[in-house]
């Protein structure tokens, strides 16, 4: 089992910035790669980002391309979102997980161990 615990999330203007991190901890050693998703009111959980923990290559969902940063610390079992321009349609619960299958990163059911969330509010 792993547990992940996120934090940093808040309220911000429209343009501002947010640091998401995700602890994980129990089976870290089973981890390959890790994703951020998130989920608004009345919508499905959706793709955020993408980071494999060895060799720290990254994929985004378009819509936060050049604005979000997806970065890791091994050492410290953790991962970050760095969230810049942050816009309104940002608004959402942000969770973490553990890709646990599957060969397509962005697909929701190839993840597993979810965080409980960190609420992210972007105002205009």
């Known amino acids: 089992q792993v547990q992940l615990v996120e934090s940093g999330g808040g309220l911000v203007q429209a343009g501002g910035s947010l640091r998401l991190s995700c602890a994980a901890s129990g089976r870290t050693f089973s981890r390959d790669a890790m994703g951020w998703f998130r989920q608004a009111p009345g919508k499905e959980r959706e793709f955020v980002a993408y980071i494999n923990l060895s060799v720290g290559s990254a994929y985004y969902t378009d819509s936060v391309k050049g604005r979000f940063s997806i970065s890791r610390d091994n050492a410290k079992n953790m991962i970050y979102l760095q969230m810049d321009s942050l816009k309104p349609e940002d608004t959402a619960v942000y969770y973490c997980?553990?890709?646990?299958?599957?060969?397509?990163?962005?697909?929701?059911?190839?993840?597993?161990?979810w965080g409980q969330g960190t609420q992210v509010t972007v105002s205009s």
């Open positions: 997980a553990v890709k646990v299958s599957g060969a397509i990163v962005y697909v929701t059911s190839n993840y597993g161990y």
